[in-house]
């Protein structure tokens, strides 16, 4: 089923548990702040309704029922392609997708291994994926994937912390007809607005962790979870919000602190529970599925800061000056290598899993991540830079509003002849919004830090081709059994006269 907005705003009137700002909030949709949030979030439910999107948006499940496509296992290269349409799409239209790019990411990981504990554990875990699959697609229900725990000590594994043992989601107790779990996840995305929260672990654990190695799936209102939103960037919304902080006040920040104060989960929601073995694959899985999506809400972003590093020079009449051009150079080139290494994950996918699933090419899409978050911040310095210091003392919208002093704001904060003060007072406070620490620390943690990129990549590289490459540059031996360097073509191929020595300019010992 595809549901309506209206539907999907409904639903969201449950009793579930949320705090913002120190008070508890008693319906998300007319919250001040959570409002906002549920407004770009329903952006979810308006693509797949919409005529324009909805071929992109919508498939049809076995019996021939129409069902969100993010919510399908992506099987091939050109699902991965269409998942990544669907995700860009979203994110340069500044909403949508919230509901399905990290819940459908751990969905996709579900199934990658449940499939790899079923066939080597002899579980039954992939018809439990599949059944709660078939659920979510029957309900059209919006998700949200938790990885990240609270963690405590980072030197310590989770049952040898010291000052309790549950910095990492955990069962503590097995029931017959289901688990009670204990625990917190922290900056969870898209927590006030989900339906449904799909929780699996941040790292491998160790058989003397396998309590902690655990993956199940609960609605947000179940009874013992706790959501406890995080600060909004902006507290000013509608138009004022549009003109002091253009993009965090129309897609504010998400996140939550969830804790789960002993939640019991029937066993049909349950995709792992002590398999300790299995954690690495899930959390890599989930890795690699999320990147893909960080990389295509970056696509957004990079290209929404470059424009503006663009439009500001204009607006400041110095896009002919060198320095900027190379700046702005730089910036476009980064924008691009997002954008392509994104699509180059889809086009060679990971598929040796032993069954029918596609995940992105571990090596782009580890290489992607890593470009953005380890170039983000310069982007936002070159920005500042081409902006001037008004893009930090750029007055407000109350400003601008009050009649007695706008035409001193209007005189003197116009530059280039021809462009309205009013247009480079939004274009500065969008620099400001948009170079902002938020998104600055979004860039480096979401979607994992940059050593966990570093990790999959050298853990990913081929390290082989890479050494016969060195052996066959210095003459070292080795490199001829190399599939790639062992085959290739040489000079030695080439057949040449004999070299006339009677040149003086080669020396002797040449000759
Ligand atoms: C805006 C935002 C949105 C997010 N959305 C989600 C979401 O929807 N779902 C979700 O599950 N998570 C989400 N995250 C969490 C994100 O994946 C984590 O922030 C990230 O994995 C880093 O974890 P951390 O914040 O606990 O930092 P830490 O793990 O404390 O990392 C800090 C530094 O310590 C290093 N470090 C940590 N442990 C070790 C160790 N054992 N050995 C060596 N170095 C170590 C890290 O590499 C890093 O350099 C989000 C984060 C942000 C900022």
């Known amino acids: 089923m595809i549901r309506t907005v209206e539907q999907y705003l409904e639903s969201l009137n449950d009793g579930r548990e949320i705090w913002c700002l120190g008070e508890k909030v008693s319906d998300v949709r007319t919250h001040p702040i959570l409002g906002n949030i549920i407004k770009t979030a329903a952006l979810d439910y308006v693509f797949p309704n919409h005529p324009e999107y909805r071929d992109l948006f919508v498939t049809q499940d076995e019996q021939g029922e129409d069902v969100n496509f993010l919510l399908t ?20 239209s500044g909403g949508g997708v919230l509901l399905h790019c990290m819940g459908a990411d751990a969905l996709a990981a579900f199934t990658v291994t449940a499939n790899s504990m079923d066939r080597e554990l002899g579980t039954g875990y992939s018809e439990r994926v599949e059944n709660y699959r078939k659920l979510l697609m029957k309900q059209d229900l919006g998700i949200t994937g938790a990885v990240t725990d609270v963690k405590g000590d980072r030197s310590l594994h989770p049952s040898r912390q010291k000052q309790h043992q549950d910095y990492y989601l955990r069962v503590v107790d097995r029931q017959d007809d289901g688990i009670i779990v204990r625990g917190a ?21 160790g058989e003397e962790d396998k309590d902690y190695a655990l993956a199940f799936a609960v609605p947000v209102n179940t009874p013992g979870v706790k959501l406890l939103a995080v600060e909004p960037v902006s507290r000013t919304y509608g138009e004022e919000g549009l003109f002091d902080y253009p993009k ?22 349950v995709f792992m529970c002590g398999e300790w073995q299995f954690s690495r694959t899930l959390a890599y899985a989930f890795a690699s599925y999320h990147r893909l999506f960080g990389t295509c809400k970056m696509v957004g972003k990079l290209e929404a800061i470059t424009g503006a590093a663009a439009l500001v020079a204009d607006y400041n009449g110095v896009d002919k000056a060198d320095h900027v051009r190379k700046k702005l150079a730089w910036m476009a080139m980064i924008t691009h290598m997002v954008k392509e290494l994104g699509k180059a994950a889809c086009l060679d996918p990971e598929k040796g899993f032993g069954h029918d699933v596609a995940m992105p090419n571990r090596m782009s899409i580890n290489s992607a991540k890593y470009t953005f978050a380890s170039n983000f ?9 081409i902006a001037g210091g008004l893009s930090t003392t750029v007055p407000t919208y109350r400003d601008w509003s009050n009649q007695e002093i706008r035409p001193y704001i209007e005189k003197y904060l116009s530059a280039k002849d021809g462009v309205p003060t009013e247009d480079r007072l939004r274009l500065m406070r969008l620099i400001k919004d948009m170079t902002g620490n938020y998104w600055q620390i979004d860039t480096i943690h979401g979607e994992g830090s940059m050593a966990a990129q570093q990790m999959f990549l050298y ?11 060195a052996r066959r540059s210095a003459d070292i031996d080795g490199w001829q059994d190399d599939p790639v360097y062992g085959s290739l073509l040489s000079t030695d191929q080439v057949k040449m006269p004999p070299v006339d020595e009677s040149y003086k300019s080669i020396p002797e010992s040449k000759r």
């Open 377 to 385: 911040h310069q982007m936002c310095q070159y920005a500042q830079d």
């Open 73 to 92: 296992a992506p099987k091939s290269s050109e699902d991965l392609l269409r998942r990544r349409e669907c995700f860009v799409a979203a994110m340069r």
């Open 185 to 205: 996840k922290v900056h969870i995305s898209a927590s006030p607005c989900a339906n449904e929260l799909l929780c699996l672990p941040c790292r491998t654990h």
């Open 248 to 269: 965090t006040s129309t897609r504010p920040p998400t996140e939550s602190l969830i804790v789960f104060d002993d939640v019991f989960v029937p066993w049909e929601r």
């Open 459 to 469: 853990g990913s590289a081929d390290w082989d081709l890479l050494k016969a490459a």
